[in-house]
T-cell receptor
Framework: NAGVTQTPKFRILKIGQSMTLQCTQD?????MYWYRQDPGMGLKLIYY???????DKGEVPNGYNVSRSTTEDFPLRLELAAPSQTSVYFC??????????????FGPGTRLTVT | EDKVVQSPLSLVVHEGDTVTLNCSYE??????LLWYKQEKKAPTFLFML????IEKKSGRLSSILDKKELSSILNITATQTGDSAIYLC??????????FGKGTLLTVNP
């Protein structure tokens, strides 16, 4: 199993550009999450999904959009990138079938810089 | 709103020292508390503590939950340079969302 994969690993965007961060998991997990991590700030939840077709906002959703058309994929869309969106983005997944769905499996992260 | 506070925010020790990292939480309906280790990349899971199991151990790492004090500690004995990382504490809240603390940056010097 590859686990949770994210692409790209790094990206530099100009202000106002758009992009999609890709996230795929091959563990058949129901739950998927997008976090951002700023230096010294821990992880903040952007959006999450409890299954295909169902998404909901987390703590910091403004400026982002998500979709979940399949169990495996959970892309994060940035429209009109702003410098405040410079961060490291992590995708994660979890499943009720594991010993606890609170044990989230993280992807390797995408480092995004907006200038 | 659920809250997780970790202390200290950073810590520098020498190899062989023992360290204690703290995590306090406020959550409406406590289910569990999780510890993660984050080196240069993604967080990796260390422990989960629930009401039914208040202590966990793995090698030199151990963690205790104090439900009365709404807190947990993570102990690392005989630290090694490979223990250098950010240690994150998290609690699940409503709708299966995790609330993370800001983390403790541990630096172990040779």
């Amino acid at each position: 199993n590859a686990g949770v994969t994210q692409t790209p690993k790094f990206r530099i965007l100009k202000i106002g550009q758009s992009m999609t961060l890709q996230c795929t998991q091959d563990m058949n997990h129901n739950y998927m999450y997008w976090y951002r991590q700023d230096p010294g700030m821990g992880l903040k939840l952007i959006y999450y999904s409890v299954g295909a077709g169902i998404t909901d906002k987390g703590e910091v959703p403004n400026g982002y959009n998500v979709s979940r058309s399949t169990t495996e994929d959970f892309p994060l869309r940035l429209e009109l990138a702003a410098p405040s969106q410079t961060s490291v983005y992590f995708c994660a997944s979890s499943s009720f079938r594991d010993r606890s769905f609170y044990e989230q499996y993280f992807g390797p992260g995408t480092r995004l810089t907006v200038t | 709103e659920d809250k997780v506070v970790q202390s200290p925010l950073s810590l520098v020790v020498h190899e062989g020292d023992t360290v204690t990292l703290n995590c306090s939480y406020e959550v409406t309906n406590f289910r569990s508390l999780l510890w993660y280790k984050q080196e240069k990349k993604a967080p990796t899971f260390l422990f989960m503590l629930t009401s039914s199991g208040i202590e966990k151990k793995s090698g030199r790492l151990s963690s205790i939950l104090d439900k009365k004090e709404l807190s947990s500690i993570l102990n690392i004995t005989a630290t090694q340079t490979g223990d250098s990382a950010i240690y994150l504490c998290a609690v699940p809240g409503s709708n299966y969302k995790l609330t993370f603390g800001k983390g403790t940056l541990l630096t172990v010097n040779p």
